[in-house]
DNA sequence: CTACTTGTCAACCGATTGGTTGACAGATTG
DNA sequence: CAATCTGTCAACCAATCGGTTGACAAGTAG
């Protein structure tokens, strides 16, 4: 079963968004599910190094993959980035507080 | 002058987020500004060690550094954390979706 | 002046990342 | 059967990560 700490958790989940290439490939399964061959082509790398990616998100729990045929199909699982906008969410009232710092300052000079 | 894409920020912010020694450092700097052994000291590690996670918060724009006469006072910015949180919130029609249909699996079959 | 505190810089280290190529296994098709 | 399409596995590579130690500059205190 799970094992896996929050921290544990956290660190993997972060660590899979930091790659703008897994972005993409999240972006692309939100669409709806797509094999590997599929979501390699439009980024220019060979297919090893996408599947090498989708194990990454899959470590992270952000995708599962399903043998359907000859084909294997991706789909996005989204639920545990709820944990990290969990974790950021935390800091909201402090960045809210920051925002609303930098609106007066636009206002008082007026906007331009 | 670089003006960092978003992508390029998104990637540092998350990468900055991946590491657990850093979101500890950043809750830490929640409730309060913190000088830089301070900041060490609970962690067991190095100030050298500390001092380098702080710079990948900085270079994420998560902190600024200001020199107070003698020590280095770090300040939390959470304002850069709206743009990973705004990334990670369109998945959540999606594992909204999900955890309903979960619910709905879960419920046709019983408990197994 | 010396001594101490604070934090960075520089070099080094092992582990991990992000990519490559090549071999290969499984399923489909000729 | 052979050929092809699928994707993974294994080895390799340069670059980065996360930590260490040691030297050092700046500021403070005796």
Not at 31 to 50: K, Q
Not at 77 to 104: G, T, V
Request: aromatic share 6%; charged share 30%; glycine share 6%.
């Amino acid at each position: 079963m799970k094992t896996a700490e929050p921290d544990d958790r956290l660190d993997g989940i972060f660590h899979a968004l930091s790659n703008r290439t897994r972005r993409a490939l999240l972006d692309e399964l939100a669409s709806g599910p797509a094999r590997v061959t599929e979501l390699a082509r439009p980024h220019g790398m060979s297919v090893n190094a996408i599947s090498k990616h989708l194990f990454v998100l899959e470590n992270a729990g952000l995708i599962r993959r399903e043998k359907e045929g000859t084909v294997q199909l991706c789909k996005l699982n989204a639920e545990p980035m709820a944990n990290a906008e969990e974790w950021i969410r935390r800091y909201k009232a402090f960045w809210n507080s920051q925002i609303d710092r930098l609106a007066d300052f636009v206002e008082e000079r007026g906007e331009d």
